[in-house]
Each structure stands twice: as structure tokens, then as C-alpha cells.
């Protein structure tokens, strides 16, 4: 990677972006492998919903078209599903931009940010790039800490981000721990709950937050990309008090979400079914690869999401290589701070199959991990 060039603003100096995972493609082209399954990034296996498909086929005809820079459709049912009011909700690229909207709305060089350790990367990564002081609490026992994260705000702090269920340990915070999080919590903090995995939560017990957002400084953001489908169209959307969605209008880009994106997000919320689909295979997944996963004595942390962290210890590394080499992708964690463990989405089970299978074959002393290059 080329450094900086020296115009650059100087806050970007030593800052990493983030990496995301490896494209099957890549994978396929370097290790000559004509089949290749990707369970790294936290998709939705089953791909897009059929009826967001022909939504995007109808739109495509009008591309010459700038989209409605409002999103007022894809708002407006979205405040019917919500139950909320249609100045309550602002878009995104994806919920990742309103995590940076939020930043550069509220945001000013020397305040604070309060993060956890590990969670999902882009907080404290946009906040440095904002200027910020990040405040940075480690987790208990793969879980927020709530409390510790309440004692780490201070006058400075404009913004505190919770990962609810987090990535990447797929833990949740519970209804009566953030009750208590904000109970007393200075005004003047915005709290952020990211809820990109909102939709494969079951638990009795997961505080609902939207009904929170007049009362309380919360900014809630959700995703079309993960439950729905739609990763590759990028499309997200924020909850929260019209003076707070107001502040993200300030500072959003015109005609931000595309009119595809738009089109297919509008017909993946009504495709009730499709996201029943989705949560049952999530489910049936999930148990398949944590019994797998007992009878081969791992350690993983019980996740609440589509994807599972798995402990693996100092083989890590190699175990996730000799699966890449056997053509199934997987996260490890090292730049989450989390050395010894790989990250698995779930998927299709004749993914979670390959996977369990490939697993198996990676543990066997006889085999030998490739170099790069592929070669022995």
C-alpha cells in the first residue's frame, strides 16, 4: 500500500482503514479452486429476496434518473413498519454511513467517543479520523461492560457506540443493562445502538430501542444488507429524535442511496416470508455447526447473530489459511485484537457441511498449509 502523500491531514497518519474480507473470486484465481463459499463477511446466505430481484429489474430501466435524494418511499414505509414518523428516519450507504454521519454531525476535534474492545471496527477508526479522543473499555467475558463504558463518560464525550448484538463476538446487551446504562446518562451523550443483526435476535430478553428514541439520547441504525440481502446495494437506515435525524441531514450527501438500492430495499421489507425463511435457516445453521462444533472440543462464545467466534488458539492463523486453501473463507481476528480466534458466518447447509467437513480435514496432522502462491 502506497503512504500517505503529505498533504494528507496529519490525524491520518499511522491510521489503518479497514480490511474487509477476501472476494471469492481472488480465492478461486489464486489457489485454482473452481468452487469457493464465503462464510467471512456476515451475509445473508440465501442472497437477495426474490421479490427485491424484480424490484431491481423494474428500476434499472430508469437509471438515466437521479434517485429521490429523500428516500420518501423507502422512509415511508419503513416509519409504517416502525411506527414512528417519517422525520424520525434518515438513509444511508449502508448503516456504516450513518455510524460517520453521527460522527460528523455531533463530532468536534478533541471530544471524546466511548467504544468497547473488540467491537466493530469503523467506530473508533471514523472517530480518530474525526479528531477524536477514543475511549476505548474492554469487554467482560466477551460482553459489553456497561457499566465501566457509563464511568468512562466525561463532560468531553459526544458519543457512545454499542454493537447490539455485537460484531464480533455476536453477544448481546440485555433490555435491563441498557436500562441502566442510560438511567442517568448526561443528555449532552448521544448513545448509538447499532443494530445491524437486529433481525436474527430471539432472545426475551433484547431491549427493543426504537420506542427509547424521544425519551432518551438514542440513535438507533439498522441494515438492509445482512437479514435482508442486500449487502452489495448498500442500504441502512437511523432511528432517532427529528433534532438528531435533522443533524444527519445536515451533513448527509445528496442522492447518498441509489435508486436500485432503494427500489430493492422498499420490496425486501415487504417480503414477510422471505425473512422468516432466512431466521429458520439461520437457526437450523447455527445448531448444526455448534454440535459440530462440541464434538470437536472448540471453545466459541454463544452469539446471538449469523455468525459464530470460534477459539481456536495459536493455530489460528494457519487453520483459517488451510481453509482458505480448501476454498472456504473465514475471518480471523487478529486485527480485532482477538489472536486465537476465527470468526464463521453461518450459512446454507450445504455450506455449514463444507465447512464442518473442510474443518475436520484442516485438523489432521498430514495436512500441509500452502504458501501464497498456492504452491507446496
Not at 413498519?81 to 478533541?110: C, H, Q, Y
Not at 443494530?195 to 441494515?223: K, S
Amino acid at each position: 500500500m502506497a503512504s500517505l502523500d503529505p498533504r494528507a491531514r496529519a490525524i491520518l497518519q499511522g491510521l489503518q482503514g479497514y480490511k474487509p474480507g477476501t472476494p471469492i473470486e481472488e480465492v478461486k484465481r489464486r489457489f485454482k479452486l473452481k468452487s469457493v463459499i464465503k462464510l467471512a463477511s456476515n451475509e445473508n446466505a440465501l442472497g437477495p429476496s426474490p421479490k427485491a430481484l424484480a424490484a431491481l429489474r423494474a428500476a434499472s430501466s430508469q437509471l438515466n434518473r437521479y434517485p429521490d435524494a429523500a428516500g420518501s418511499a423507502l422512509k415511508a414505509k419503513l416509519a409504517s413498519v416502525l411506527r414512528v414518523k417519517p422525520d424520525m428516519i434518515t438513509l444511508g450507504n449502508g448503516s456504516d454511513e450513518l455510524l460517520v454521519l453521527a460522527l460528523r454531525a455531533f463530532v468536534d476535534p478533541g471530544d471524546e467517543v466511548v467504544v468497547a474492545e473488540p467491537t466493530f471496527l469503523i467506530y473508533a477508526l471514523q472517530a480518530k479520523a474525526c479528531g477524536a479522543s477514543v475511549h476505548v473499555v474492554p469487554q467482560r467475558d466477551h460482553r459489553y461492560d456497561l457499566a465501566a463504558m457509563k464511568r468512562a463518560v466525561t463532560p468531553q464525550t459526544k458519543i457512545v457506540f454499542i454493537a447490539n448484538p455485537d460484531n464480533p463476538t455476536g453477544t448481546y446487551v440485555t433490555k435491563r443493562e441498557l436500562s441502566q446504562f442510560l438511567s442517568g446518562l448526561p443528555a449532552s451523550v448521544l448513545v448509538v445502538m447499532d443494530e445491524a443483526y437486529y433481525e436474527f435476535v430471539d432472545a426475551a430478553d433484547y431491549p427493543q430501542t426504537i420506542p427509547l428514541v424521544n425519551d432518551a439520547p438514542v440513535m438507533v441504525t439498522r441494515t438492509f444488507s445482512k437479514a435482508y440481502g442486500l449487502a452489495g446495494l448498500r442500504v441502512g437506515y437511523a432511528v432517532a429524535n427529528p433534532n438528531v435525524i435533522a443533524a444527519l441531514e445536515a451533513v448527509r450527501e445528496p442522492f447518498n442511496v441509489n435508486s436500485l438500492a432503494q427500489a430493492a430495499a422498499l420490496a425486501a421489507l415487504g417480503d414477510i416470508a422471505f425473512l422468516a425463511k432466512t431466521r429458520k435457516v439461520l437457526g437450523e445453521g447455527r445448531r448444526f455447526v455448534l454440535k459440530a462444533l462440541d464434538a470437536l472440543r472448540f471453545r466459541y462464545v454463544p452469539s446471538a447473530a449469523n455468525f459464530v467466534l470460534i477459539e481456536c488458539g495459536p493455530r489460528a492463523p494457519e487453520l483459517a489459511q488451510a481453509l482458505l486453501e480448501k476454498g472456504v473463507i473465514v475471518r480471523e481476528m487478529s486485527a480485532w485484537k482477538l489472536p486465537g480466534f476465527l470468526r464463521v458466518t453461518i450459512g446454507t447447509m450445504p455450506e455449514n457441511r463444507r465447512f464442518v467437513q473442510a474443518l475436520k480435514q484442516c485438523l489432521s496432522p498430514s495436512v500441509k498449509v500452502k504458501n501464497k502462491r498456492g504452491s507446496k
